[in-house]
């Protein structure tokens, strides 16, 4: 189901365009990681019924529009999208999608499709438990859910601003909340080249707002038993007992696109063969803002790609790159 508004004001100045949408899908075909001893990768399976619900939006606007040539357009977009796994087939409440290093992407029933699943810190009341002679966190008895990689919203934003033939055009992308696995942050936390493996100059220290479990009894007192940072970073993560560990924010704010053109006058070619010039210079992915809590990846950047189940994985992949180049134009 799907509504769509779209209107115009002020003799086409504003261009603003709505779109609410309620999608059910019946028997969603995904593929589905198989056993090596199959001798297959993956097979396709219907693996259940999945909503996806939102908002689209879309507004243009042109504050500046001259007689003499001179113009400005300022755009924008936003989307925002709720996804929720209904049912899966066969009675299952869950079925994998793909994973790495202990953690998997997993559809669930009541989760948004694509939810990490893996072992994390064990909480009590919001209180880390750690073990009462080592102070290191302790790893939940089984996998638990943790967040998703899908984003709560999607939005643009930019302006092109034009005289007679020469034209500047600005493009910013952002993508707000949502997770990704960093095997970045897992290589730099094992080797001690993370920030976070420095807190107290690699002295011993107690866990924040940590406590311990008295006995086999359902009673936890405060703890005050420093760990060895060495043994946490090495011995536990390194050990990859609790991936969840290394999930990181997956927001951020990018200078996507800058690029400066120029279309020739057609007085200037009116009596050749050519329907149009122009030229320019561009640059791509110019500058990346990050949540403070990621000093790891760019969260653009994924190992299993934009259209693959199992997103939100940054597999060792290589950094994003700044792209500049030139062009030249002709039409006929």
């Known amino acids: 189901m799907r509504w769509v508004l779209t209107y115009p004001f002020f003799k086409d100045r504003i261009m603003f365009s709505f779109t609410y949408y309620n999608d059910y899908t019946h028997n969603l075909i995904s593929q589905i990681p198989t056993p090596p001893s199959s001798g297959y990768?993956?097979?396709?399976?219907?693996?259940?019924?999945?909503?996806?619900?939102?908002?689209?939006?879309?507004?243009?606007?042109?504050?500046?529009?001259?007689?003499?040539?001179?113009?400005?357009?300022?755009?924008?977009?936003?989307?925002?999208?709720?996804?929720?796994?209904?049912?899966?087939?066969?009675?299952?409440?869950?079925?994998?999608?793909?994973?790495?290093?202990?953690?998997?992407?997993?559809?669930?029933?009541?989760?948004?499709?694509?939810?990490?699943?893996?072992?994390?810190?064990?909480?009590?009341?919001?209180?880390?438990?750690?073990?009462?002679?080592?102070?290191?966190?302790?790893?939940?008895?089984?996998?638990?859910?943790?967040?998703?990689?899908?984003?709560?919203?999607?939005?643009?934003w930019g302006t092109d601003l034009s005289y007679k033939g020469l034209k500047l055009h600005v493009l910013f992308t952002t993508k707000q909340g949502g997770e990704y696995y960093s095997e970045t942050k897992a290589l730099l936390d094992f080797n001690g080249n993370a920030p976070e493996t420095v807190v107290n100059g690699r002295n011993p220290y107690v866990w924040n707002n940590s406590v311990y479990?008295?006995?086999?009894?359902?009673?936890?007192?405060?703890?005050?038993?420093?760990?060895?940072?060495?043994?946490?970073?090495?011995?536990?993560?390194?050990?990859?007992?609790?991936?969840?560990?290394?999930?990181?924010?997956?927001?951020?704010?990018?200078?996507?696109?800058?690029?400066?053109?120029?279309?020739?006058?057609?007085r200037y070619y009116k009596n050749t063969c050519f329907g149009g010039l122009e030229a320019g210079m561009f640059g791509n992915n110019l500058i990346l803002w990050t949540a403070k809590s990621n000093k790891y990846d760019d969260p653009s950047e994924g190992t299993t790609g934009a259209t693959s189940n199992a997103q939100g994985f940054n597999f060792n992949g290589r950094p994003s790159m700044k792209n500049f180049g030139a062009f030249i134009k002709v039409t006929f």
């Open 41 to 156: 990768q993956a097979q396709y399976e219907n693996v259940g019924d999945i909503s996806n619900k939102g908002e689209e939006i879309s507004l243009r606007g042109t504050p500046i529009s001259t007689k003499w040539g001179l113009k400005w357009d300022l755009f924008g977009t936003y989307t925002h999208n709720v996804s929720d796994v209904v049912s899966l087939n066969n009675g299952v409440q869950q079925v994998s999608l793909g994973g790495f290093s202990g953690m998997n992407i997993v559809a669930a029933v009541g989760h948004p499709y694509g939810t990490f699943y893996s072992s994390d810190i064990t909480y009590w009341n919001g209180h880390a438990v750690v073990n009462e002679s080592t102070g290191l966190p302790v790893p939940t008895s089984k996998p638990v859910y943790e967040g998703t990689y899908q984003p709560k919203f999607i939005a643009s």
């Open 213 to 266: 479990q008295v006995g086999t009894t359902g009673n936890y007192v405060k703890n005050t038993t420093p760990f060895q940072p060495y043994n946490y970073w090495v011995n536990v993560l390194g050990q990859n007992e609790m991936p969840a560990q290394f999930l990181v924010n997956a927001s951020y704010v990018k200078l996507q696109e800058i690029s400066l053109s120029y279309k020739i006058p057609t």
